[in-house]
C-alpha cells in the first residue's frame, strides 16, 4: 500500500492542528498501531511548529503560479506559507516540512540543554523517529526538516478490509 499527501498551509498557529489530524486520519484509515501514529504526530507537531515560528524570515518572493517554483511547481513558493508531505510506503512514513525561513546555520544539529527554551523540539523529533535529517532548501532557501518511522500495523487494518 501506498499513500501520500500534501500541504501547502500559511504560517499559522491554527495550521498545526490541521496537519496533525490529517496525519491521524490517514494512519487511522491505513490501519497503523495507535502509539505509532501519536509519535509520528506528535513530531508533525513540533516540525510544523517550528515553521510557524521560524519559518518565514528571509524567504524568497512568490512569484505566481507561471514560476515553475510557484505554488503549482515542484519547488513551490512558500513565502508566508509552508509544506507538509506525507508519504506511507510498505512499511515506512516519511514525513517532510519545508518552509522559506533562512534554514538551518549549521551544519549538525547542536546540542540542547534539558532546560533551554529552544530546541528542545528538535530533539524530540529525533527521538519519536527512526531516522532524521535537517537541511536547507537549496535555491529559494528554507528550513526541510523529513523524518521516518518504520511502521506498526493493527491486527485489523481499516484499509485492508474496505
Known amino acids: 500500500m501506498s499513500i501520500w499527501w500534501s500541504l ?3 504560517r499559522e498557529a491554527a495550521s498545526v492542528p490541521l496537519a496533525r489530524r490529517l496525519l491521524l486520519g490517514t494512519m487511522e484509515t ?3 498501531d495507535p502509539d505509532v501514529s501519536y509519535e509520528l504526530s506528535v513530531a508533525l ?3 510544523c ?4 515560528e521560524h519559518g518565514g524570515a528571509g524567504a524568497a518572493p512568490d512569484t505566481g503560479p507561471d514560476d515553475p517554483d510557484g505554488p503549482g ?3 513551490g513558493a512558500l513565502s508566508g506559507a509552508y509544506r507538509v508531505t506525507a508519504y506511507l510506503d510498505g512499511e515506512t512514513c516519511r ?3 519545508a518552509d522559506s525561513g533562512p ?3 549549521y551544519a549538525e544539529l547542536p546540542a540542547a ?4 527554551e529552544h530546541g528542545r523540539g528538535m530533539r524530540l523529533i529525533e527521538e519519536l523517529s527512526d531516522h532524521v535529517r535537517f537541511g536547507n532548501r537549496s535555491g529559494r532557501g528554507g528550513a526541510v526538516v523529513s523524518f521516518d518511522k518504520i511502521l506498526k500495523w493493527k491486527d485489523a487494518p481499516s484499509l485492508l478490509m474496505a
Open 73 to 75: 511547481g515542484p519547488g
Open 103 to 105: 534554514g538551518f546555520p
Open 113 to 116: 540543554p534539558a532546560d533551554a
Open 49 to 52: 511548529a517550528n515553521a510557524v
Open 95 to 97: 514525513i517532510e516540512v
Open 45 to 47: 507537531t513540533e516540525a
Open 30 to 32: 491505513a490501519g497503523v
Open 8 to 10: 501547502h498551509l500559511r
